[in-house]
């Protein structure tokens, strides 16, 4: 059973930073794709970033690219989001997921791709 447990959430003013964490269980958590998504009231869930297995390639949507980075440490079973430049448009509850069956080619960006998410974690940028 594979269980993933968001982290670091919280309240920051625009301009600010704030990471976050997620953490998985699973015996072969280097071998999963990992990704970042967020929901903001209102909206439908979007892709933010993501982070493949292996040589661990990243992919951002274009609306954090340069801001968020994301990244992995295989032997603590955790990837982590580390957000900055932060902006009220980011606020949303943001969401962890895990690929652990990858297909070769996989495209990082799609939800279908994911088959576990976490309970998700508010982040809320003030102006």
């Known amino acids: 059973q594979v269980q993933l447990v968001e982290s670091g959430g919280g309240l920051v003013q625009a301009g600010g930073s704030l990471g976050l964490s997620c953490a998985v269980s699973?015996?072969?958590?280097?071998?999963?794709?990992m990704a970042w998504f967020r929901q903001a009231p209102g909206k439908e869930r979007e892709f933010v970033a993501g982070?493949?297995?292996?040589?661990?390639?990243?992919r951002y949507a274009d609306s954090v690219k340069g801001r968020f980075t994301i990244s992995r440490v295989n032997a603590k079973n955790t990837v982590y989001l580390q957000m900055g430049s932060l902006k009220p448009e980011d606020t949303a509850v943001y969401y962890c997921?895990?690929?652990?069956?990858?297909?070769?080619?996989?495209?990082?960006?799609?939800?279908?791709?994911?088959?576990?998410w976490g309970q998700g974690t508010q982040v809320t940028v003030s102006s």
């Open positions: 997921a895990a690929d652990s069956v990858p297909v070769r080619g996989v495209v990082l960006t799609l939800q279908t791709v994911y088959n576990h």
């Open positions: 982070i493949r297995w292996g040589r661990g390639t990243t």
């Open positions: 699973g015996r072969t958590f280097s071998n999963y794709n």
